[in-house]
């Protein structure tokens, strides 16, 4: 009955945009559309670690139902995609793909394998999530898409996969709702492989955006007449010395105070193919000193400064992995199936995106704030518990010279004001 109250009388921001959502998804029934409407309520407002007791404790559903409920498929990609289009209308976007390393043991965890933390920078035991999400150019912030665990290397032996092939199987399965946001795919140094890059330029519409080794086996395009008679027409012009480039033949396309960006149409060894390679110097306050970066792209119209900075809105993938971990309990379920784990994951960070949108929502344009998580985790906390008090006194939050008050509480404790 509590939570009747608080769906009905009291609703919260979050309650009315998940509910706006779940009612254009299609096949979905009333008693799961009002589950999900409970479950992203309790991770906004959660104070302990995220499992099935936990959430039962911050809701009147049975700790059964949770157990349940997470076992059965939910379309997080179209969900996602629903926020998406409320952030994010009519805005530049990018696919960002990076799997982020998950500390779980046990012997009858699913998953379980030795993945590469960055933290540690060495591989660990544990799980691995190979996640999708949409970059906003305009706003420099991440949206969560859907997160895959990875297979441990038994399972993807028997499939006959490397890790490589899974990463892509991921990205081609959903290319068709990829590729109605973005057009470029922006991954880091560890996929560009002429495995990947292929698999993903031949079966979606995407163009891959990445960063290469500095010693990047790289040979310039021959441009000049071709001699006559029998023969291999020449292709090459050189191997190109990344620690030292022909600027003569490298187009200067960018250049400030910091940094300077040249860029050329070059062949690469490695990727089998030619590629737009945006070369990149930073000015360092170290005497002087300047450092490199060799970034691509499989589009050749893409310019270098374009190329770099899709190549930066990658990292905001990263602050999207932080955040979930940090406030919504990603690395918290406790249970032993893959279905329940794969919901569980999804859940934590498509929570983060609901604090996002419904951010960017009440922000003006005028006057943007940063997004706190913690401010949002703390406003769901405070809405929690004044729900709890609105029903046990009966108190109604909708009269006229209640509304101030029932805001005021809300924003109590609050960082980003």
Known sequence: MWMQLRTKNTPQESEALVDKILQKMQGLSKPRRKFMIVLFSCFLSLRNRYNFMALQRHSQQNEKTFRLQFEKKFDYLEFNMSLLAL??????????????????????????????????????????????????????????????????????????????????????????????????????????????????????????????????????LYKGKQRKGKGRPRKYDGKIDTKKIDKRRFKLCYQDDNTTIYELVVWSVQLKREIKVAYVEWRGSNNGKIRYGVFFSTDLTLSGKRIYDIYRSRFQIEFLYRDAKQFVGLTHCQARSENKIHFHCNASLTTVNLAKTMHLQNQESEQQKPFSMSDY???????????LFFTKFGINPNLEKNQPLVAELAEYGLIAT
């Open 87 to 220: 952030a994010c209308k009519d805005e530049p976007l990018v696919i960002a793909f990076d799997p982020t390393y998950l500390p779980k043991s046990g012997k009858h965890s699913p998953c379980i394998d030795r993945f590469w933390s960055g933290c540690a920078s060495r591989a660990l035991r544990g799980q691995e999530l190979g996640g999708l999400a949409a970059v906003s150019l305009d706003h420099n912030t991440a949206f969560h898409l859907e997160a895959v665990l990875t297979p441990d290397s038994d399972t993807l032996k028997r499939k006959g996969q490397t890790r490589i092939d899974h990463y892509a199987e991921i990205i081609v399965e959903r290319a068709d709702q990829l590729s109605e946001y973005a057009q470029y795919l922006a991954v880091d140094a560890y996929f560009s492989k002429e495995k990947f890059v292929k698999a993903i330029t031949e079966n979606t519409e995407l163009e891959v955006v990445g960063k290469l080794r500095c010693d990047a086996n790289l040979n310039y």
């Open 377 to 387: 985790k703390t406003k769901g906390q405070n809405q929690h518990m004044m729900n």
